[in-house]
């Protein structure tokens, strides 16, 4: 039967081997998929596709193995990994995913999204969203070199943690009325995301939201055929 995946915010970094582990093991345990996305934010941080460490060559490794046993791959750019290209898609087998993209899922019209834009209500993120994905701002920063991109990063990821920490719990959560709206403008009655880390499925009058979880002490996963869908979680 026609099996498709979804998962996102594996946050993959060095220092956490568990859960490239448990990666391994879900592409592994699903290499007999039709197709598997990937909604952002798989890496921690992504300083470019020109990465030369260690760690970047053995997540290749994974996924290499993963599309060569048949499924297909999308990828999709997150807040964290917003460097993510075409060579890396490419070298692994996989396509990059615009987002917001909608597909046909065993008929029915599903928005994917990372989700980090719906949450309008953080309009300091949302401005620094604005500039890091910008052409021209990001042609600059590939531009440094790579010691530089990583510093840069973990400047970044520092400021993060320190700003997030400070912020009211509904500001980093989606805001409805945008999530309203991005599905009536796609002509949806259904959206797939991730980034606020928190799973769950909700419905209104535009349809159905489901939101991935993040992979920590366990992972998410959604798995949709023809006859089913559902959000799953598994301990790592």
Known sequence: MSRTLFISDLHLDTARPDITGALAAFLQNNNDCDTLYVLGDLFEVWVGDDDDSSFAAQIADLFRSFTAAGP???LMQGNRDFLLGEAFCTSVG????????VIDLYGTPTLLMHGDSLCTGDSEYMAFRATARDAQWQADLLAKPLAERRAFAAHLRSASKEASSNKAEDIMDVTPSEVDRVMVEAGVSRLIHGHTHRPARHRSAQGERI?????????????ATSSSFEL?????
């Open 72 to 74: 297909a791959l999308k």
């Open 94 to 101: 996989a396509t990059l995913l615009a987002d917001p993209s």
């Open 211 to 223: 939101v991935l979880g993040d992979w920590d002490s366990r992972g998410w996963c959604i798995e």
């Open 232 to 236: 799953l979680d598994f301990p790592i």
